[in-house]
């Protein structure tokens, strides 16, 4: 672990702008089906209904507080059981820091998790995994990097690293006036291949990274 990683409070609501970034460069789809994972109350879904986006989010069990967005847009669980959406459900599942992804990533439960969320993407469609810069539950930002690089080595998808920083965006549009939060993150990007790729082939790339790489042959019988 890195002497200088922080514990962090969790990620503000993602705004507008961070939205429009994420979004773009998609295949034209009306409307844009999105999934947030680690959804809370329902923010970023009210946000995105409103402009007209198929929103929906996912999340352990229900926020404390109301919801912000239709009961019927979210679904409570465990990412790592039956998927509750179809595959080829989704643009863009975009997933925030949550209890189905912390430690090392290199479990069973990790593995499935992952291979439900891509399995619910449209060939072509894009995850894209949300961690503060700051680091987070005592790993920096580049511990957290690698972690997922390993992780998502075992599934067959592009991936890259790259920061998302409010700028002179933030203050042309007034973001200070609006208490709309300043976000400060590092993304990591995975895009999955144009062909289908189905819920079954994701889990068996899943198998495949947690079981034993090679096998003791049988010793014979004397």
């Given at each position: 672990m890195s002497s200088e990683a922080v514990a962090v409070r969790p990620i503000p609501s993602l705004h507008a702008r961070f939205w429009n970034?994420?979004?773009s460069g998609l295949p034209a789809a009306s409307p844009r089906r999105v999934l947030e994972v680690g959804c809370g109350?329902?923010?970023?879904?009210?946000?995105?209904?409103?402009?007209?986006?198929?929103?929906?989010?996912?999340?352990?069990?229900a926020a404390a507080g109301p919801l912000l967005a239709p009961k019927s847009q979210f679904a409570f669980g465990s990412l790592c059981s039956a998927m509750t959406f179809p595959q080829h459900h989704f643009d863009l599942v975009v997933v925030r820091p949550n209890p189905a992804f912390r430690g090392e990533l290199a479990t069973a439960e990790h593995h499935v998790a992952t291979a439900n969320l891509l399995s619910c993407l449209k060939p072509g469609g894009r995850m894209i995994i949300v961690e503060p810069r700051q680091g987070r539950d005592d790993a920096s930002a580049a511990d957290w990097a690698a972690r997922w690089d390993r992780h998502l080595?075992?599934?067959?998808?592009q991936r890259r690293v790259h920061p998302y920083a409010d700028g002179l965006g933030w203050w042309l549009s007034l973001g200070f006036l609006k208490?709309?939060?300043?976000?400060d993150l590092q993304l990591?990007?995975?895009?999955?291949?144009?062909a289908p790729v189905t819920r079954l082939?994701?889990?068996r790339q899943a198998r495949t990274a947690v079981l034993p790489r090679t096998r003791q042959p049988r010793r014979k019988a004397a």
């Amino acid at each position: 672990m890195s002497s200088e990683a922080v514990a962090v409070r969790p990620i503000p609501s993602l705004h507008a702008r961070f939205w429009n970034k994420a979004l773009s460069g998609l295949p034209a789809a009306s409307p844009r089906r999105v999934l947030e994972v680690g959804c809370g109350r329902g923010e970023s879904l009210a946000l995105l209904i409103s402009r007209g986006v198929d929103a929906y989010g996912f999340d352990l069990g229900a926020a404390a507080g109301p919801l912000l967005a239709p009961k019927s847009q979210f679904a409570f669980g465990s990412l790592c059981s039956a998927m509750t959406f179809p595959q080829h459900h989704f643009d863009l599942v975009v997933v925030r820091p949550n209890p189905a992804f912390r430690g090392e990533l290199a479990t069973a439960e990790h593995h499935v998790a992952t291979a439900n969320l891509l399995s619910c993407l449209k060939p072509g469609g894009r995850m894209i995994i949300v961690e503060p810069r700051q680091g987070r539950d005592d790993a920096s930002a580049a511990d957290w990097a690698a972690r997922w690089d390993r992780h998502l080595e075992a599934f067959t998808a592009q991936r890259r690293v790259h920061p998302y920083a409010d700028g002179l965006g933030w203050w042309l549009s007034l973001g200070f006036l609006k208490k709309t939060p300043r976000l400060d993150l590092q993304l990591i990007s995975v895009t999955i291949p144009d062909a289908p790729v189905t819920r079954l082939e994701w889990h068996r790339q899943a198998r495949t990274a947690v079981l034993p790489r090679t096998r003791q042959p049988r010793r014979k019988a004397a």
